[in-house]
């Protein structure tokens, strides 16, 4: 936000969801990762969609076991969240940024994209290794 010189004229709700959002229109297999309600001035970040069967045999315990004992099944799900959790917060916040600047949705949603990556690729190489795994995905947000 220092980088960008970023003010913010009004408080920002950033909201961490407890479920999945519904799956966008006419794109069931596009998981929404994030969003930004201009008029409410809230963002609201979602949770990924983890297989039931993985959760029942792996993931009740993947919090609970240190780091260097996590299957790789394990640390791909931990990598996945943050992963997700940085591009989708770093995403979101610019679309703050830009939204009072008049571009197009499509303009906006390109710059948004081509920072994000730029960013998100500063953060996550400032992280432990075992935590990221690169190419960085794009994102599906908006
Ligand atoms: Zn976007």
Redesign the pocket.
């Known amino acids: 936000m220092e980088i960008e010189n970023m003010e913010f004229r009004r408080a920002v709700d950033l909201r961490v969801m407890a479920f999945p959002a519904r799956p966008l229109h006419g794109r069931p297999r596009n998981i929404l990762h994030?969003?930004?309600n201009h008029d409410n001035a809230q963002i609201s970040i979602y949770p990924l969609k983890v297989k039931r069967d993985w959760i029942r045999q792996e993931g009740f315990c993947t919090f609970k076991t240190p780091a260097g004992q996590l299957s790789s099944s394990q640390q791909k799900m931990l990598q996945e969240i943050s992963v997700s959790a940085i591009t989708t917060l770093i995403?979101?916040v610019?679309?703050v940024k830009f939204e009072n600047r008049g571009l197009s949705r499509y303009a906006?949603?390109a710059i948004?994209?081509k920072l994000?990556k730029k960013y998100a690729h500063e953060w996550m190489s400032s992280l432990p290794a075992a935590m990221v795994e690169e190419p960085l995905p794009m994102s599906p947000?908006?």
């Open positions: 994030g969003s930004y995403h979101e610019l679309h906006e949603e948004v994209r994000e947000t908006h």
